[in-house]
Each structure stands twice: as structure tokens, then as C-alpha cells.
Nanobody
Framework: QVQLVESGGGLVQAGGSLRLSCAASGRTFRIYAMAWFRQAPGKEREFVAGIRWSGNVPYYSDSVKGRFTISRDNAKNTVYLQMNSLKPEDTAVYYC???????????WGQGTQVTVSS
């Protein structure tokens, strides 16, 4: 099992920036990839960005490409999401997820609220 704890959410004006962090603990040696998802009120959870634990190839949803950057620090078992040029439609609860051994995102954090005011 991998435990995930997110931090860094908050309230920001449109055009502003926030950086989310996700610290992993437990069986971190099994992590194959980590990702960020988000869920806005009344909507389904959606993929935002992901990165493999080995190599450094990130991938993004079209809605955040060019504005968000995912990165990782393997030594700290932490993944980050730098969010720039935030829009009100980015408002959501953001969740960190880990994929152990390529079996899918089966480990989830508790979520952190991001609110972007217009």
C-alpha cells in the first residue's frame, strides 16, 4: 500500500498560481507512475497530469496543457503540480494518485481544494 498526502490548495484569483504537493509513503518502491486528478462539483473526476516514476516524461490533459507542470522528486517521494494562469473552471478538489506496478491508479490521497475566483 502507498499512502498519499496532498497539500498546497487554497483560494486564488484568476490568473494566479498555486503549487500542489503530494507526499508518498509506505511501499513507495512499487510506484510506477503518479498523477493528479480533479473533481468539480457535479462533475466526474477527470485526469489532469501524470508522470512516470522512472524517466521524466509528463503527460497532460488538453485543458491544462501549457499552464500546469507536473514534476517529481524521487528522493522525497513527492510529486508536484505547478498551476499557472488559473481559471475559474480549474476550481475543484484535486487528488493525487499512485499507480503501483502499472496496475492502475489504486492509491489515492484525501484531496485538496483549489478555488479560483473571477
Amino acid at each position: 500500500q502507498v499512502q498519499l498526502v496532498e497539500s498546497g490548495g487554497g483560494l486564488v484569483q484568476a490568473g494566479g498560481s498555486l503549487r500542489l504537493s503530494c507526499a508518498a509513503s509506505g511501499r513507495t518502491f512499487r510506484i510506477y507512475a503518479m498523477a493528479w486528478f480533479r473533481q468539480a462539483p457535479g462533475k466526474e473526476r477527470e485526469f489532469v497530469a501524470g508522470i512516470r516514476w522512472s524517466g521524466n516524461v509528463p503527460y497532460y490533459s488538453d485543458s491544462v496543457k501549457g499552464r500546469f507542470t507536473i514534476s517529481r522528486d524521487n528522493a522525497k517521494n513527492t510529486v508536484y503540480l505547478q498551476m499557472n494562469s488559473l481559471k475559474p473552471e480549474d476550481t475543484a478538489v484535486y487528488y493525487c494518485a499512485a499507480d503501483s506496478n502499472g496496475g492502475g491508479y489504486g492509491n489515492w490521497g484525501q484531496g485538496t481544494q483549489v478555488t479560483v475566483s473571477s
